[in-house]
């Protein structure tokens, strides 16, 4: 077989080779996304959590394990039921759980730690912590023109 053959062949392989990596990319389940506020300023927004969840949903962490890694474990709501998610697995919901995991709350409402399937999960503070204020930029000149 001549070169301009040999290549022909080689290009045709890659060619299908890249093909079938594009179809398994393709047919992989998105994490559906909320249309951000920028790009579509009229979409509907969701309804908020019930005020008993708002000190639940969160992030925690687990203690280190004998391999020396921790677990992530996220609290949210999604779809009206609240769910949990570790590391970047699938969410679960809580309802449909056994055991049911166990949330210790502080005197102010808001969880502190999750026990699941024998495992403590500790409250990360991420973000400010209700009524802080951060984030708020206050102006004390003109910006300059250009």
Same mark, same amino acid.
């Given at each position: 077989?001549?070169?301009a ?14 093909a ?33 969840? %708002? @000190?639940?949903?969160g ?5 280190? +394990? /004998? ?5 992530? &474990?996220? *609290? ?39 026990? %699941? @399937? ?8 991420? +973000? /400010? ?5 951060? &984030?708020? *930029? ?9």
């Amino acid at each position: 077989m001549s070169r301009a053959g040999i290549r022909a062949v080689w290009l045709v392989l890659v060619a299908l080779t890249l093909a079938s990596f594009v179809q398994a990319a393709g047919t992989q389940e998105q994490t559906p996304t909320w249309p951000r506020e920028p790009e579509a300023p009229s979409a509907p927004r969701p309804a908020p959590p019930p005020a008993d969840w %708002l @000190g639940l949903i969160g992030e925690y962490e687990s203690a280190a +394990g /004998p391999s020396g890694s921790t677990v992530r &474990l996220y *609290v949210i709501e999604r779809d009206g039921r609240l769910m949990t998610i570790a590391d970047r697995g699938e969410g679960v919901a809580i309802d449909a759980m056994t055991p049911k995991p166990a949330l210790t709350r502080g005197p102010g409402g808001r969880a502190t730690r999750v026990v %699941l @399937g024998g495992v403590t999960y500790a409250r990360l503070r991420v +973000g /400010p912590e209700d009524g802080s204020g951060q &984030l708020r *930029v206050t102006r004390y000149a003109p910006s300059p023109k250009s």
